[in-house]
């Protein structure tokens, strides 16, 4: 079965950073499209960054764009999220998913989704 596991939330204030992990099981890593989503309260579910599969193309959404940075190591299965410059704003649960599209990282489209973890940024 497909299972992402995401880790490296927490708490940090304004201006912080922190990397989320999320490690990849029971798929052909190296083939998956992987994506970031989150989702705070009383909001929908939005499409942080995603990265492709074949020649690691990116999207971000325009509110972490010189932000945040997706990353992945195949060798490790395991795609990353570094977060600089955080904001009260985006305090959210972060899900990494697989079986989308990266063009638009668009919730929806994706089929596999990981626990979430908790990013709360401080002001």
């Known amino acids: 079965e497909v299972r992402l596991v995401e880790s490296g939330g927490g708490l940090v204030q304004a201006g912080g950073s922190l990397r989320l992990s999320c490690a990849a099981s029971g798929l052909y890593f190296d083939e998956a499209t992987i994506g970031w989503f989150r989702q705070a309260p009383g909001k929908e579910r939005e499409g942080v960054s995603c990265i492709g599969s074949s020649d690691g193309s990116t999207y971000y959404a325009d509110s972490v764009k010189g932000r945040f940075t997706i990353s992945r190591d195949n060798a490790k299965n395991t795609v990353y999220l570094q977060m600089n410059s955080l904001k009260p704003e985006d305090t959210a649960v972060y899900y990494c998913?697989?079986?989308?599209?990266?063009?638009?990282?668009?919730?929806?489209?994706?089929?596999?989704w990981g626990q979430g973890t908790q990013v709360t940024v401080s002001s």
């Open positions: 998913a697989t079986g989308g599209g990266y063009h638009h990282c668009l919730p929806y489209e994706y089929d596999y």
